[in-house]
């Protein structure tokens, strides 16, 4: 499984960071989805071709056919997590929250289980929570948001935008105000990337002249480059 998952990321890791604001031509593809599709019917299935497929029809907002072929994925190998992400993103677009949610889930109990094995598999899941937190900032689960972030600093104790984002959840969410110092603290102590680092100082500044959070809904400090 953890080699299925390797070959898969190559092609994942671009489409996290930037999967919010992506448009691609209809045949930008086709090379590729023709040569999945004979993979995916040349003898045991194949899960990571079988939710690439579906990535890529989930790119051509073609939803159900993607959620057509992420769900032979899932079928192919229960245990491969990608699959879980993407139908997750699809209900999320469908305005059917609780089941993005509920696949979300999934998808992270399976990555729990693997992300140790590889470095790369640890950027995968960090980049997948983020977008996840995204997600979850959208439909107000703050809580969720609070957790997702911790959960990304645990994985990842150097991961600057996620602890400048957890400082964010921290003013703007639950007003606690030593915490979003904290971390700010340790973004700037990071400082492997300088525009984060200078972010963290504004913000630092911006909440010395605005204590009281209740009164603050601007949210656009959240990083999402």
């Known amino acids: 499984m953890k080699n299925a998952i390797g070959l898969a990321l190559v092609i994942i890791l671009a489409i996290i960071v930037t999967s919010c604001r992506m448009t691609f031509a209809p045949d930008e593809y086709s090379a590729e989805e023709k040569e999945l599709k004979l993979a995916s019917n040349a003898g045991k299935p194949d899960p990571a071709a079988l939710s690439r497929l579906g990535e890529i029809y989930l ?82 689960r703050y809580d969720d948001v609070l957790a997702g972030y911790k959960k990304i600093v645990r994985i990842s104790p150097n991961n600057q935008k996620a602890h400048y984002n957890l400082a964010v959840c921290y003013y703007n969410f639950f007003h606690n105000l030593p915490m979003a110092y904290t971390e700010l603290q340790k973004v700037i102590d990071l400082n492997t990337d300088r525009r984060l680092s200078d972010k963290a100082r504004f913000f630092i500044d911006y909440v010395r002249n605005n204590p009281d959070s209740r009164y603050v809904s601007d949210f656009s400090f959240l990083d999402k480059d």
């Open 59 to 140: 790119l051509r907002n073609d939803r159900k056919r993607a959620l057509g072929f992420l769900r032979m994925a899932v079928k192919a190998d229960p245990d491969y997590p990608p699959p879980y992400f993407f139908m997750g993103k699809i209900h999320f677009f469908d305005k059917d929250n609780d089941k993005g949610i509920e696949e979300f889930g999934i998808f992270q109990k399976k990555m729990d289980r693997v992300y140790k094995n590889d470095p790369a598999l640890e950027e995968f899941y960090t980049k997948s929570l983020m977008y996840i937190n995204y997600l979850h900032v959208t439909i107000k």
